[in-house]
């Protein structure tokens, strides 16, 4: 079992940065990617950025060049840090893990909320 929590969330100023932290603790041998989605009320939840074991990322066009996903293993922690927000980065942000068994995140953390204001 895998268990996620999420910290760092908050209001900030449009242009303004954010970092997001997610604490992995559990049976984490087992998670072979880690990623960071987010969802504003209404809308499908979206993928902003994956990491792998090897290190490898992938970003959504829409955060690529401003948001940037790294993991610290020796603190089990995997890191969104977040530069010139946008309103439209607005969303609920989740941690979540794939495990080498699954072919889909199966482990989610609660959410963490970030604004951005005009």
């Known amino acids: 079992q895998v268990r996620l929590v999420e910290s760092g969330g908050g209001l900030v100023q449009a242009g303004g940065s954010l970092r997001l932290s997610c604490a992995v603790s559990g049976n984490t041998f087992s998670i072979a990617t880690m990623a960071w989605y987010r969802q504003d009320p209404g809308k499908q939840r979206e993928l902003v950025a994956t990491i792998n074991n090897g290190g490898s990322t992938y970003y959504a066009d829409s955060v690529k060049g401003r948001f940037t996903i790294s993991r610290e293993n020796a603190k089990n922690t995997v890191y969104l840090q977040m530069n010139s927000l946008k309103p439209e980065d607005t969303a609920v942000y989740y941690c979540?893990?794939?495990?080498?068994?699954?072919?889909?995140?199966?482990?989610w953390g609660q959410g963490t909320q970030v604004t951005v204001s005009s």
């Open positions: 979540a893990a794939k495990t080498r068994s699954s072919i889909r995140f199966d482990c």
